[in-house]
């Protein structure tokens, strides 16, 4: 029978089928922060329980530190980056602490050190593991008893997902990246539209992807209410993955990493990205976002009583008008990081918009590297000073920072920032700010003009 990519990597982990319905599987790798995982390993104690594998096991600090200083903001920070370590000593599991030269957020570490490759399942509490599924492996977020399930048996119970294909195709105009075409998708296919879904993106589109932007793709895939999203590995993927320090030598082998021709999803979406142009969010939900040609929408165009309910709500905590252009819409800071958008590649695109100019006055613009590995090669390149010189705060940590604000990095109320995160919710970067996602190149345009910009103003001759 012919089968999807997602059937065959779970097929492949599949240990025995639950009475219930569900499946056990085994968790070939699982990664764990400071903030998910303190009541799992209080679980295991109180059950007298140890880490059945730990080497397949890998806690990265990353959440709640700061990224001004190698250590915590404050005394509750702590103890959880405290209990994180000593929990790993104790269980004998690999933590990448604050001063460890691969600490960084989690989803751009573990591809960046070669630990994830294709066919593998790897979980992880926190909802964009789908990041991995870029390299062709099946990862998803798990909750807290999940995490503690997972550390003393390296199975979990899993309920199997349907499949649905989003195949994107047309020809890329100039200036659109990776970020523009996940949030046109999320824009065109909706918010939740893929809950009880594994999505794998597929088509010209996202074959021409680099790594770096199938990450992205995967990334936000959970905004479309996906609980995994995969990309066929090909021989790009292979080549991403050489002179890693954790990657094996593997072969190609498109039985395995590819979805049968014949395969039958149970939803096919189809997306033209010929007329794309860059996005950005201007409600509260990542799918209420406009292209930077276009105006915003007015309640006549929301059929339903929620559609418009939600939209005078997003539209009066965004200080917004309907129909107005996003154009020209001033911000107070700029910000470019996260797992979405903080890899080498998006620190390159937005340094060349910022080369030679400067931040505009009143512009907070900070730049959080996604890594130490990532600031080291970035600083190698010359990258740092691009942003110091333009006025961007090069911080030294690497972190979440201000894309979920539970760290000292937090904007304050109604101050509106061009980000190059993944979730524009009320109060996700600080209580009352007003978040727009975009590309990291479009948060430099942003913060060179002060407002909200085409940055192909700013790349196209």
Not at 128 to 151: D, M, P, Q, R
Not at 219 to 244: F, P, Y
Not at 388 to 400: H, N
Request: charged share 20%.
């Amino acid at each position: 029978m012919a089968r999807t990519l997602y059937d065959k990597l779970l097929d492949t982990h599949k240990i025995c089928d639950l009475p219930d319905g569900d499946i056990l599987v085994y968790v070939d790798f699982h990664i764990m922060n400071e903030y998910t995982s303190p009541q799992a390993f209080s679980g295991l104690g109180s059950k007298g329980l140890s880490v059945r594998q730990p080497e397949a096991h890998l806690a990265i600090v990353d959440h709640v530190n700061s990224t001004q200083i190698d250590e915590a903001p404050d005394p509750v920070s702590k103890l959880l980056i405290d209990n994180l370590e000593a929990n790993c000593e104790k269980h004998q599991i690999a933590c990448y602490g604050l001063k460890d030269p691969r600490q960084g957020i989690e989803h751009v570490v573990v591809p960046e050190q070669g630990i994830v490759a294709p066919g593998m399942l790897i979980a992880c509490g926190d909802s964009h593991t789908t990041t991995y599924g870029a390299l062709g492996a099946l990862g998803f977020g798990i909750g807290t008893s999940e995490v503690e399930h997972v550390l003393a048996t390296q199975t979990l119970r899993y309920q199997k997902l349907k499949n649905m294909r989003i195949n994107v195709a047309g020809q890329l105009s100039a200036g659109i990246t990776a970020k523009d075409i996940i949030m046109h998708v999320i824009r065109k296919v909706g918010a939740g539209a893929a809950n009880g879904y594994a999505v794998e993106f597929a088509g010209q589109v996202i074959e021409q992807l680099d790594m770096a932007g199938r990450m992205t793709v995967c990334n936000m895939a959970v905004e479309l209410g996906a609980r995994a999203a995969l990309i066929a590995a090909d021989q790009k993927t292979l080549s991403a993955m050489e002179g890693k320090a954790h990657s094996g030598r593997c072969a190609f082998d498109k039985e395995i990493w590819q979805t049968d021709i014949q395969a039958v999803f149970d939803r096919e979406v189809y997306i033209d990205c010929k007329d794309i142009e860059p996005l950005v969010t201007w409600g509260i939900s990542p799918d209420q976002a406009v292209a930077i040609g276009e105006k915003l929408p007015v309640l006549e165009q929301m059929v339903t009583d929620k559609q418009q309910s939600d939209f005078t709500r997003a539209m009066e905590y965004m200080g917004l008008a309907p129909g107005q252009s996003i154009v020209n819409v001033p911000i107070d800071m700029a910000f470019i990081g996260s797992c979405t958008n903080s890899r080498i590649d998006d620190l390159r695109a937005a340094a060349e918009v910022l080369r030679g100019k400067r931040v505009a006055s009143g512009v907070v613009a900070t730049v959080i590297p996604g890594s130490a590995s990532t600031k080291v090669q970035a600083e190698l390149e010359g990258i740092d000073q691009v942003f110091i010189d333009a006025g961007f705060d090069w911080r030294p940590q690497s972190g979440c920072s201000m894309c979920l604000a539970m760290n000292d990095d937090i904007a304050e109320n109604r101050e509106r920032i061009a980000s190059s995160t993944n979730r524009n919710f009320e109060g996700r970067q600080g209580r009352g700010a007003r978040t727009h996602l975009m590309s990291p190149a479009m948060v430099a345009a942003a913060a060179v003009a002060g407002k909200i910009v085409d940055v192909r103003l700013f790349t196209q001759a």
